[in-house]
T-cell receptor, first 116, second 113 residues
Framework: GAVVSQHPSWVICKSGTSVKIECRSL??????MFWYRQFPKQSLMLMAT?????????EQGVEKDKFLINHASLTLSTLTVTSAHPEDSSFYIC????????????FGPGTRLTVT | AQKITQTQPGMFVQEKEAVTLDCTYD???????LFWYKQPSSGEMIFLIY??????QNATEGRYSLNFQKARKSANLVISASQLGDSAMYFC??????????FGSGTKLNVKP
């Protein structure tokens, strides 16, 4: 149990376009979902935390107008990279928790975004 | 602010030997959780072990054990009887009171046959 999927697993888009990444909890309801980005050979950096039905909380330095996060249901959160640029190329990983105050965190397999 | 430090960017270990991956952390929270994750080249994050800040005993999960020294704010991962499949990136992470996770810079472990 506790499987998280991401779609797409990889995407290539042209500079200036927008791309949406989906994160789904397949067999549980995710009260909280997290979005991370990981540059090559670097660590995961928390971008934002989203709770179902409320606005996402962004980490300092993350542009909320560029990285739009929607957590519309207990099983789906989306990250939209708007007007993507080559510097947005990265590995984006989501994770989900069943409870707000839970040490459990289940990671998705990640989405590799390349902006040309 | 939370900070996780992994001082070993790369480690080598001989197959079947034990290896310790270092992790220190900095937090003002009284309650927190410490984690280790494995990330193979495919990219997925694999949970290995968890230690709560109030847990008095060191956590163990099969070949993984966490050497928790609260006063020193260290949470080292010990992998016993290393296997070739253990070669991967290993990340130490901490969860704070607001359920946010912060990751260290990672240690790349190479297991030699």
């Amino acid at each position: 149990g506790a499987v998280v999927s991401q779609h797409p697993s990889w995407v290539i888009c042209k500079s200036g376009t927008s791309v949406k990444i989906e994160c789904r909890s397949l067999d549980f309801q995710a009260t909280t979902m997290f979005w991370y980005r990981q540059f090559p050979k670097q660590s995961l950096m928390l971008m934002a935390t989203s709770n179902e039905g409320s606005k996402a909380t962004y980490e300092q330095g993350v542009e909320k107008d560029k990285f739009l996060i929607n957590h519309a249901s207990l099983t789906l959160s989306t990250l939209t990279v708007t007007s993507a640029h080559p510097e947005d190329s990265s590995f984006y990983i989501c994770s989900a928790s069943r409870q707000v105050l839970s040490y459990e965190q289940y990671f998705g397999p990640g989405t590799r975004l390349t902006v040309t | 602010a939370q900070k996780i430090t992994q001082t070993q960017p790369g480690m080598f270990v001989q197959e079947k030997e034990a290896v310790t991956l270092d992790c220190t952390y900095d937090t003002s929270d009284q309650s927190y959780g410490l984690f280790w994750y494995k990330q193979p080249s495919s990219g997925e994050m694999i949970f290995l072990i968890y230690q709560g800040s109030y847990d008095e005993q060191n956590a163990t999960e099969g070949r993984y054990s966490l050497n928790f020294q609260k006063a020193r704010k260290s949470a080292n991962l010990v992998i016993s009887a290393s296997q070739l499949g253990d070669s991967a990136m290993y990340f130490c992470a901490m969860k704070n009171n607001f359920n946010k996770f912060y990751f260290g810079s990672g240690t790349k472990l190479n297991v030699k046959p």
